[in-house]
């Protein structure tokens, strides 16, 4: 069976290193496997650019343009923002014409345009579209937030707050998907997570749609090193990481928040704590206040940077006020550094709490940066890392979560399982 999975990149971002871990766990299954992208970052054999890089930039640029007559010349909320307006003529390339299959993953910033959906859904094949966010339930964004216009068919969309006051843009795209959902030949839809799937079902989009849930496929290569617990007063590091730290979505000043909590509340243990940090970040500042020791590793690329990281980490601290599947979690519980996180997304799908790892209730009113609610929030959170604190320094306690969390990433994410999953909705037989 031939199957073109269709991603931007192949490299950049987490949905390119999912659907790339997709594409070779489906050609280990036996499929034809092979992804067309708009960057091609790889040396892989199996991608395949759509055409060439100064073509490709003509409907991403004019997407933009559009985007930014509608919020007024405004570049706030530029890329927060996505319409599907323009698109590449994905429907006349050769991998799309002649596969058996087609699977869209993050398509954006002009690689497809809804126009081009509809094109790929009259040449009759199964079409499956991985959603990595909730922009395929939405008008233009990609996380609702604390926006609930997508549930609604009275004023679906119509109020979108990343646009200016009075703007239809909104509304007027969440109609054109509506419309192209509604083809004779519908879209198997998959969430990476079952909130995801909740957030579709509950929709106006996809409420009478076909969804899904199949999680990102993480690769575990070889044996984590093995850890033995902690002696009393011995230093614990603590890691936070993203793309970017000081995305409001990663609630950083939580984070902050938090460190000065365990300092006041604890200091002894305060003593011990080290905070690791990496990724990027726009504004150096939001990396200083911490109430403990901190050490940022900028950005780190490549597998053995990743799993070295994680391995001189014992807790990964989540401070975000939702994530669709965080692959942090994941990776943390692969190398054995126990995870600490709010319940606000797919967490629930990694974490069983306090066997492999610790969720946290999020508070209402965080989001908005209320006082008490930051508080209150970093108050949770300091309780999870306390709880996974006094985790490393027991030890038959510390044995069982390590060995829990590397058995629930082989058992819910393994390669094979994600890609017997896409064969099987798909209609394919395998052995």
Not at 300 to 329: H, M, Q
């Amino acid at each position: 069976m031939k199957i073109v999975i269709v991603n931007k990149s192949d490299s950049t971002g987490g949905a390119a290193v999912v659907s790339r871990r997709l594409m070779e766990a489906l050609r280990e299954e036996g499929a034809d496997a092979r992804m067309l992208v708009v960057e091609k970052l790889t040396d892989s054999s199996y991608v395949e650019t759509v055409s060439p890089k100064r073509k490709a930039m003509v409907p991403f640029l004019m997407e933009r343009l559009k985007i930014f007559i509608h919020l007024r010349f405004s570049r706030k909320n530029l890329f927060k923002v996505d319409t599907a307006s323009d698109g590449l003529p994905l429907w006349r390339h050769p991998l799309v014409k002649d596969a058996d299959a087609i699977l869209l993953n993050w398509v954006n910033q002009g690689m497809l345009s809804l126009k081009g959906v509809r094109k790929i859904l009259e040449l009759g094949k199964p079409v499956v579209w991985t959603m990595h966010d909730m922009w395929c339930m939405t008008g233009v964004c990609h996380h609702a937030g604390l926006c609930r216009g997508f549930e609604d068919k009275d004023t679906l969309c119509r109020d979108c707050p990343l646009l200016p006051e009075g703007d239809s843009l909104a509304c007027d795209v969440a109609l054109r998907k509506l419309a192209t959902y509604g083809l004779a030949r519908k879209i198997k839809f998959v969430a990476v997570s079952r909130w995801l799937a909740e957030k579709g079902r509950g929709s106006v989009l996809l409420g009478a749609q076909d969804v899904s849930v199949i999680p990102n496929a993480f690769i575990i290569n070889g044996e984590s090193r093995s850890r033995i617990a902690k002696r009393n007063g011995e230093k614990v590091t603590l890691l936070f990481g993203a793309a970017r730290l000081d995305d409001p979505i990663k609630g950083l000043p939580v984070l902050v928040e938090t460190t000065r909590k365990l300092r006041m509340e604890n200091p002894e243990l305060a003593d011990r704590l080290e905070l690791v940090t990496y990724g990027g970040v726009k504004n150096a500042e939001a990396l200083t206040g911490f109430g403990i020791r901190h050490r940022h590793l900028g950005v780190i690329k490549g597998e053995d940077a990743i799993r070295e990281t994680y391995e001189n980490a014992d807790i990964l601290v989540s401070a975000s006020s939702y994530e669709t599947l965080p692959g942090t979690l994941v990776e943390a519980q692969a190398y054995g550094c126990i995870p600490v996180s709010f319940d606000r997304g797919g967490q629930r799908d990694i974490v069983d709490h306090k066997s492999t790892g610790y969720i946290a209730r999020y508070p209402e009113g965080c989001e908005s940066a209320e006082d008490d609610a930051v508080s209150e929030a970093a108050s949770r959170l300091a309780e999870g890392v306390r709880w996974a604190v006094a985790m490393t320094e027991n030890p038959s306690g510390y044995a069982d979560i390590i060995r829990n969390m590397r058995k629930n990433v082989e058992t819910r994410f393994s390669p094979q399982a994600v890609a017997r999953s896409y064969l099987s909705l798909i209609g394919c037989r395998f052995g």
